[in-house]
């Protein structure tokens, strides 16, 4: 089955309009080609404050695996140094299971 990476962020206030900018322009493009995804989303939760949701999906468990040991090292480093302790985040792999489509 197919697997997502998925990475939630929480920004601070006022660096949300940069980060935004930053990720649709640089991260996303950039981490998309890096780690060989099929497809990368992101997007904004409705939660307050809003969340930032970032996913990258893998044709299977062993290709995500292998992208994010392989890439995830220099792109959270380059990360960690545009914004430092502004964003937390969290991240988590998700093997899928089940797909419904219309």
Do not use: C, N
Not at 45 to 66: C, R
Not at 67 to 79: M, R
Request: no cysteine; net charge negative; glycine share 4%.
């Amino acid at each position: 089955m197919s697997a997502l990476f998925m990475i939630i962020s929480d920004i601070d206030e006022d660096a949300h309009a940069d980060f935004d900018q930053w990720y649709q322009h640089e991260h996303l493009p950039q981490a998309h080609q890096a780690f060989g995804s099929s497809k990368a989303q992101r997007g904004w939760t409705d939660a307050a404050p809003p969340l930032h949701v970032a996913l990258y999906h893998f044709p299977s468990l062993e290709q995500a695996q292998q992208a994010i040991d392989e890439q995830l090292p220099t792109l959270g480093a380059e990360f960690d140094r545009q914004w430092g302790d502004k964003v937390r985040r969290v991240r988590h792999v998700l093997t899928m299971k089940q797909e419904l489509l219309s």
